[in-house]
């Protein structure tokens, strides 16, 4: 195949990800966000004096990296005054060279005094082009990891791979991935861009 087949071909599946992503960002996301907000609020009326609203936490490492966590509603828990549990969750965490990983849930649990969170229920994670899918999500401040586990769906524009558990570095940024059972395999698709 000549080379501007090959080109436009690219361009081609480029703006159809450019579209997808539109859709699901603007449209899909305003949906689901809004059925959240109906929950909590049945849910928070009952004790009203520990509920928070339009709620942000910045935290910084030694290395320079920063920790912004976002949530739409958040309750402090009668059990422990240092968790916080948060519905409609957007987290961030920003390198010193500006590269960002964003970790969308529905819920969460904040932990105030060493920035752990553990994230639930359809958690998205997006960093550069790859984009994971899963159940939970615990990122670990102090150790420099985020967990992934239950149901992992991870796609960039040459995999897409489905798996138990992962462990993302945030020093190295190295991904280990594995199955909980070792009788089990990963599964992953290559998907070449170029059509021979």
Known sequence: MNKKITTQLILFFIIIF???????????????????????????SESFSNSIQDIEYKSNDTLGNQYLIKAKYGEILDQNKNLIAMKVVEAQIIFKNYEKIIIIASTAIYNITNYDTNFEDNILIKYGEHEIICNNVDLLFMDHKIKLYNNINYHNLNIDLLADEMEIDLLTKNLTIFMNNQD??????YNSNEIN
Do not use: G
């Not at 859709?23 to 809004?34: G, Q, R």
């Not at 089990?184 to 698709?189: A, E, H, S, W, Y």
């Open 18 to 44: 450019i579209i997808i992503l539109f859709l699901f960002k603007y449209l899909i996301k305003t949906e689901t966000s809004d059925v959240k907000k109906i929950e909590l609020s049945q849910n928070t």
């Open 184 to 189: 089990k395999r990963i599964k992953m698709i």
